[in-house]
């Protein structure tokens, strides 16, 4: 269900864009570019303005719609895999390591030597 709405949204976002950029604006728009130059005869006596503005209104709120149903099914997704298997694994991890209450020093790495707290310190304490 997830990746049929991705496809979907993926072709609304495009035509969306292509509705938006072949508008008339005030300079032309892109639609000159794409053989809309002189009359607009490509989409009947009326023109391409209202044809145009309805299909980017429609791709709009359908853009608006499945963005909506994405977010919600992604959620559902994210909380199955992270509730089921993870926090699990992170239970089963805690279990098996040892609690020790004690404090003990990090071991150092091979070839480094604990440093000695200078005498001003010590009597601090």
Known sequence: MYVILLVIHVIICISLI??????SSKGGG???AFGGGGGNTLFGSEGASSFLKKATE????????VTILLALSSGNQRSTKVGG????????????????KTDQPAALPSGFEK???PEENKENK
């Open 18 to 23: 292509i509705s938006v950029l072949l508008q």
């Open 30 to 32: 892109l639609g000159g």
């Open 58 to 65: 429609v791709l709009g709120v359908s853009f608006m719609v």
């Open 85 to 100: 298997t993870l926090s699990e694994q992170v239970k089963q991890e805690i279990e098996k390591s040892p609690q020790d």
């Open 115 to 117: 440093l000695t707290e």
